[in-house]
């Protein structure tokens, strides 16, 4: 069966530790999105790529890195200048340049012990 | 400012009855707006997804309508169940007709027996 995964479930970072979320896709999309869900305050958008080696910021890049170096793979890292990264992590997956819903994976959720 | 919104407060019905949920926007002009379905702790699951040139769309239970004018969609569930209990976001195109989609924070539906 096609989806996107996501690893690990949970994760827990020391402070000023790098931190990297895994995202796979077999879906064939273009697309894949990584948001950050708080509570009360609904998806926001970290980055977005829309082709292989391409990618744009969303709202709140600061503090986070990706690359994407193969279409199904959209790794996102958390780095130690993100000051409160203890948050719901969801990737998703679409295809590019129709109005398809996304495909979401089952999300990270980052604690900082 | 852009701005999506659903009402923050639990929407609570007895099992048989329709569930209408609200979605509005400001400053917006979607190409296109979509609905989705979140558990807890998992990530949110498409449901539907209706274009601005589109005024209704259903699928079994569910129906959505999309009033560009007022900038306001609705999400029935019609003859709800325990099982349609959980949060449901509304999410629309940044941009018109891109892919980059923005979530509303969610409504939480109690559907009881």
């Known amino acids: 069966d096609g989806g996107i995964t996501q690893s690990p479930k949970y994760l827990f970072r020391k402070e000023g530790q790098n931190v990297t979320l895994s995202c796979e896709q077999n879906?064939?999309?273009?697309?894949m999105y990584w948001y950050r869900q708080d509570p009360g305050q609904g998806l926001r958008l970290i980055y977005y790529s829309q082709i292989v080696n391409d990618f744009q910021k969303g709202d709140i890049a600061e503090g986070y890195s990706v690359s994407r170096e193969k279409k199904e793979s959209f790794p996102l890292t958390v780095t130690s200048a993100q000051k409160n990264p203890t948050a719901f992590y969801l990737c998703?997956?679409?295809?590019?340049?129709?109005?398809?819903?996304?495909?979401f994976g089952s999300g990270t959720r980052l604690t900082v012990v | 400012s852009q701005k999506i919104e659903q009402n923050s407060e639990a929407l609570n019905i007895q099992e048989g009855k329709t569930a209408t949920l609200t979605c509005n926007y400001t400053n917006y002009s979607p190409a296109y707006l979509q609905w989705y379905r979140q558990d807890p702790g998992r990530g949110p699951v498409f449901l539907l997804l209706i274009r601005e040139n589109e005024k209704e769309k259903r699928k079994e239970r569910l129906k959505v309508t999309f009033d560009t004018t007022l900038k306001q969609s609705l999400f029935h569930i019609t003859a709800s169940q325990p099982a349609d209990s959980a949060t449901y976001l509304c999410a629309l195109d940044i941009r018109w007709n891109t892919d980059k989609l923005i979530f509303g924070t969610g409504t939480r539906l109690q559907v009881f027996p």
């Open positions: 998703a997956s679409s295809s590019s340049g129709q109005a398809y819903g996304y495909t």
């Open positions: 879906l064939n999309h273009d697309a």
